[in-house]
């Protein structure tokens, strides 16, 4: 594995076995570079979670980060992301960790470029060090993916979170339903068939994973209020008590507290979320370790 661009490039062996790599990270072993290595993360969207973690399993493993802020760069002055990438190639950089707003920003970099690349997401596309972070905590619990439910709550069509752990539940074996407003489902065949009422997922789930609304991505606004969208789609407090025994709740963040999730439970004990910002460091580090390995 040369660079990881989106889920699609992992076989089901190679998802399982970064799992079991993140595993033993997880577990407290120990591996560096043969030799010193640096890296760069290019976020040119917000980014709290995805960058830290990022530069903690950079660190972790004993590579130089070089700081990078998109934002005083000369982007700004027209270079183009190729050439910024070309430069920080010939400076010395191993391995960059983009988030771009550009959905599939990487296809236009493939083979122009010699340094190891991650995508930390990119528009509405994919996010997969997000999607297989989430598949450690799912394994962590469950410890397999066959024949478990998951059911993903919220924004869909604009979520690269959705789409990526869509193609990878489904590749190992488990069944994936959607819930949310019906309108953010139409024109979406594919996904429609497996659309379910909230209340109806909360009963059969083995996972209920809460998206954001992306309100930077949409053009025109829900015309739900925050406290009508928790109500009508959101997981309250109530239907918490009536979640399928032994299933987690689980959300990328960043959350808005008390419109997908009540705020209540967000730290309950069914809850995994600050679990999966702890396997995204573990994760990162598989991934980072697989592409330098090769
Ligand atoms: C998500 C993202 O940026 O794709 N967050 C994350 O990386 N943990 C989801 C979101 O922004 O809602």
């Known amino acids: 594995m040369n660079n990881l661009f989106s ?34 993360n290019l976020f040119f969207e917000p980014s709290t979670r995805t960058k ?9 493993l004993g590579i130089e980060v070089i700081p990078f802020e998109t934002g ?47 995508n930390g997401g990119d528009g509405c596309g994919q996010h997969p060090t997000q999607s297989l972070l989430d598949l450690l905590t799912i394994k962590q619990d469950f410890g397999k993916f066959e024949d478990l439910k998951v059911t993903i709550v919220g924004d869909l069509s604009h979520s690269r979170v959705a789409r ?13 339903f959607y819930s949310g407003p019906p309108e953010w489902f139409e024109g979406d065949a594919e996904n429609a068939q497996n659309y379910v009422d ?28 925050a406290e009508q969208y928790h109500e009508r789609y959101g997981l309250t407090q109530e239907r918490d008590e009536r979640m399928k025994p032994g299933s987690i709740i689980m959300h990328p963040g960043p959350v808005n507290r008390g419109v997908e999730i009540a705020d209540s439970l967000v730290e309950s004990r069914k809850s995994r979320i600050f679990r999966q910002m702890e396997n995204g460091v573990y994760a990162r580090m598989a991934v980072i370790k697989h592409i330098l390995d090769k």
Do not use: C
């Not at 430069?87 to 010699?114: K, M, N, P």
């Not at 990526?164 to 994936?176: I, K, M, Y």
């Not at 909230?198 to 015309?223: N, P, W, Y």
């Open 7 to 40: 889920m699609k490039d992992l076989s089901t062996e190679e998802i399982l076995e970064i799992l079991h790599t993140a595993e033993s990270f997880a577990k407290g072993e120990n591996w560096a570079p043969a030799k010193q290595t640096f890296a760069v």
């Open 52 to 60: 830290t973690s990022f530069e903690m399993a950079e660190r972790k």
């Open 72 to 118: 005083t760069s000369s982007i700004l002055k027209g270079e183009t992301l190729e050439d910024t990438l070309k430069t920080l190639e010939s400076i010395g950089v191993d391995l960059a960790v983009i988030r771009h707003e550009q959905d599939a920003f990487y296809e236009s970099l493939a083979g122009r470029v010699q340094m190891k690349i991650v």
């Open 164 to 176: 990526s752990n869509t193609e990878a539940l489904t590749a190992l074996g488990a069944e994936v």
């Open 198 to 225: 909230i209340d109806e997922a909360i009963r059969f789930s083995d996972v209920i994973m809460l998206l954001r609304i992306q309100h930077e991505r949409h053009d025109s606004m829900m015309d739900l209020t």
